[in-house]
């Protein structure tokens, strides 16, 4: 074919080339290996000497001119597709992604924080005090020998060489007064151990041990401290009530009701129709836990009180099985999501 007949002809095909396919084809058929103008370079050879360079020049030519004819519709077929593509496919941007959960602070956590935050703010230090104890400090310091009868109710874990799970975080009381001389103010939370399993007692559950001590320290100043914390926390209408009781390491000791938060009082399904809550064990520190610490009773009182955290829990969430709170079941973890102070 001549160049001429080669522009007449192919100009027009690649004109009306209708797919990416086609023009590869058609391509193939001009520059390929027995390509049209393949085929017309080749033949250059068999032309005399001084007609090869104006053949060569328009071979070069037309290849240019088809080249560029090519890319141009190349460009147009595609455009066309990515058209195509677009007015045919549509994105589902409603699709049903799982998202990321946030996560929520544990309830005893989230009580926790919040009685901490309030005790700190009234001046006590928070001291840590080991899980694992000795029956000195779990018991014999706080005027517990190991025959007494009080033992019996603290079902402990022992662990064997003298050494137990602690039942109690009163055993801080002694480890930080042995350190610490007065006045000193503070709360020991953490958790405690008693071979004790139903559906209110946990073997693992948390208390938040309080001491304060100084001089002319009195069983008001007590009421005083715990009348602001039961207002904190259950509501500024709240009343608190002191019954006798006994503690081996407090003296006299008394046990701590609160006016309930859910009726006032009247009685209902959370105080169990009484109109009170019972939340803690206090007491004025007995004389012979403070000699026991190398402090003086006669110039030194102080008074100790421990809350039980699960306890408080589980009133203010309003559950009455403590399993909930351990089986870590995340609907119910994302119930209580920011009842507890947890904002
Ligand atoms: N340790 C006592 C208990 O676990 C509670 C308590 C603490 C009582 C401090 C008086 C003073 O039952």
Not at 37 to 44: K, M, N, Y
Not at 162 to 176: D, H, Y
């Amino acid at each position: 074919m001549t160049p001429e007949q080669i522009k007449a002809d192919y100009i027009d095909k690649i004109e009306r080339v209708g797919s990416e396919k086609e023009l590869a084809d058609l391509k193939a058929a001009i520059f390929g290996k027995s390509g049209v103008i393949t085929e017309l370079t080749r033949s250059l050879k068999d032309l005399p000497n001084e007609e090869k360079p104006a053949a060569g020049k328009k071979i070069n030519d037309l290849r240019v001119e088809i080249l560029a004819l090519c890319d141009k519709k190349e460009a147009e077929l595609h455009r066309a597709a990515i058209e195509r593509q677009l007015n045919s496919e549509t994105l589902d941007l409603s699709i049903d992604k799982p998202f990321r959960t946030v996560g929520a602070i544990h309830p005893i956590n989230q009580i926790k924080k919040r009685l901490t935050d309030y005790f700190v703010g009234n001046g006590y230090i928070v001291y840590d005090s080991p899980e694992i104890e000795t029956d000195y400090y779990n018991f014999q310091a706080l005027n517990i020998p190991p025959d007494h009868p009080a033992r019996d109710m603290q079902d402990t874990f022992f662990i064997g060489d003298g050494m137990l799970l602690r039942s109690q975080t009163s055993s801080g009381q002694v480890r930080l007064m042995e350190k610490v001389k007065p006045p000193l103010k503070m709360i020991c939370p953490g958790r405690v151990f008693r071979a004790d399993d139903d559906s209110t007692h946990s073997p693992v559950f948390h208390q938040m041990e309080g001491l304060v001590v100084d001089k002319n320290v009195t069983l008001c100043d007590l009421k005083g401290a715990l009348e602001g914390f039961a207002k904190f926390i259950f509501g500024g209408q709240t009343r608190i009530r002191f019954r006798p009781s006994y503690f081996p390491f407090t003296e006299p000791s008394v046990e701590v009701d609160v006016s309930c938060f859910n009726c006032g009082g009247e009685g209902c399904r959370v105080c169990k129709n009484t109109g009170w809550i019972e939340i803690l064990g206090a007491g004025m520190v007995n004389r012979k836990v403070l000699a026991n610490c190398g402090i003086d009773p006669d110039e030194y009182q102080g008074f100790a009180f421990g809350l039980g955290l699960d306890r408080i829990t589980m009133i203010l969430c309003e559950i009455n099985d403590i399993k909930l709170l351990w089986e870590n079941d995340v609907r119910f973890l994302r119930a209580f999501r920011g009842q507890g102070g947890d904002k």
